[in-house]
């Protein structure tokens, strides 16, 4: 469980690494997108409401310029005769009436005499009878537009209405628009002047700004604001009620620069400025003052309207919120879903490892050695085992393919070969034994067992094969079929070996029509030279007779020993009883020569029955041996050391060709 802990923390946190990495990354380009998009938004207000603003003070300038030049004022300026007034006010009516954008407009004349006045009341425009007209030689729009040029608009500052000293209500924004006027010989006559609703240009204001805009003035204050109850300070007498006050920080950049985007502590604040003087062609003097006189002669346009917009601190920090738990419930569902993931890896890698070390340790502890070739004959795997039954390490058998063929047995190598072509692509399993030399030269049994090996799509991945050491295995079974069929003393077949050849020699001479001759041979008195010389020199002496039998017989003859001293010889290769005559007397003879055993010279004789197949009858194997028994035995009443024909034996009793034998048999062992 450790080490799978530790593998997914191997994997896990390099991934956790990078995704924090691009979760922080992400953030903060959405973030910085986001911003972008609001910052893009608030500039955008800006400019359609300084756009609105300066729009509004154009179509003024010109209306004023108008009334200036009409003809209906210049004859009443020059006649002020009843009828030219009169005239002068129907010309002002039509005007008001037609734009209604005015709440009054005048002719004031020099001495500052109201002289023609219309009111407009409820979109009617009302002529002020000559008994209510004022002077307003005392007000500060008056004495500075008449000191202008003529052709020259002054413009008031945006200020409300004030009626008899009392700011009237519902308040009425008024923005006085003015412009000097002279008689033929060019004497100023007074001034025109258009009292223009303010209203209509703040309310192009707050529509360009969809409400959110905030237009102020250049002294600080609101004139509208998405909060009505800030506007209108200066005229209340209450500073606080102005962004001076209220974000000083703030209105010192906007009102230092014509415009500009910051984020401050409070937020974020967008301006653009609109010089009304500008827009109306040539500026007059101003006043922020709501009456009294002018604050500046006819100077530089220092009146201003500033557009702003402004995202409060908790605006911005909404924003951030957002997108960081978009960002962190994203990152945390990766997150989740890659530590699963990692478990989940760590885990199968802890099971491959497992099941990797269990391989290894088999491989490693196998006794057998065991491979696999691949299907283009590449060796993909060799245990380490194959080094202790081959003498050759893992490495050299994948390092040379042809390394096992180069080892085999040169008598097992066409086998091995054709093992290696025929079956390494065969869809067989296949077992066969072979012999391997090692690099000392020892010689090893080899049991091979393969079979073809498919991948879970069916794919052949070649064969896999399993190599025992079965030496010891075949030198045991050489050793019981040397039991099984020899005579452990003389190394000669024993009588079920006999047997087996017996039987196989007669049915080939039965089909070949041959001879065969069967020899039953005995010691003569054997026993003594075991009671007198012991065991171990009769032993001896077994062995040194059954050499000698060998001798006299060729290769596919067998000589076999059946008894304590009793042999066997069977002859296939006779065409008469004559031969196998020849036979004996060649073995009477060899066992003539003296036998030199234990520091004595030995001699032994034997006694020799004879039958030949099919002179003797046609016979079975048991016959032919009774028969060759019994005339051993005849032999023996002969007087041993002598050989006798079964035939003869019985029917004649006759000795055989070379009466000689007689002599022989005399000969007695010198125990
Ligand atoms: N040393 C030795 N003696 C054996 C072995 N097998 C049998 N004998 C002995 O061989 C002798 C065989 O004797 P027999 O064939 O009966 O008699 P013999 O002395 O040869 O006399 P005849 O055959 O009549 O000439 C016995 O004494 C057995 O004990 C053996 O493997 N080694």
Redesign the pocket.
Known sequence: MRTTRRLFLRVFLPIATVLVGVALSYGYRDLESKLAELRNQEYTRTQLGAVALASSVEPVTRGLKYLARLSALHTAVDQPTPQNLENLAQEFSTFAESMQLYDQVRWIDETGMERIRIDLHHGQAELVAPDKLQNKAQRYYFTDALKLKLGEVFISPLDLNIEHNQIELPYKPMIRFATPIADQQGNKRGIVILNYYGNVMLQAFAKATSEQGMAINSAGYWLKSPDTSDEWGFMLKRPELSLAMRSPAAWKLISSTDSGQVTLNDGLWTWATVYPHQAGHRSGASSPEAKGPSAQEQALPLYFWKSVTHQSAQTLSAIRQTIALKVASVFSLFLVLSAWSSWKLAHAWRSLADSEEKYQTIANFTYDWETWISPTGEQIFNSPSCEKMTGYAADAFNAEPNLLLRITHPEDQALMSDHLDHHRTQNEACELNFRIILPSGEVRWIEHACLPVYGKDHAFLGRRASNRDITDRKLAEAQIRQLAYFDP?TGLPNRRMLYDRLHFALAQAKRFERSLALMFL??????????TLG?????Q??KEVAKRLESCVRSGDTVARV????FIIVLTEITAPHDAAQVAQKILAAMAASIRLDGQELNVTM?VGITVYPVHGDDDVQSLMKKADMAMYEA?SAG?NTYAFFEMANLINAQPAGSNHESETTHNPTA
């Not at 008894?563 to 009793?566: L, M, P, Y």
């Open positions: 003393l005995d010691l003569d008195y054997f026993k003594k030279i075991n009671d065991h171990e020199v009769g032993d002496l077994l008894g304590g001293d009793e006694s023996k041993r």
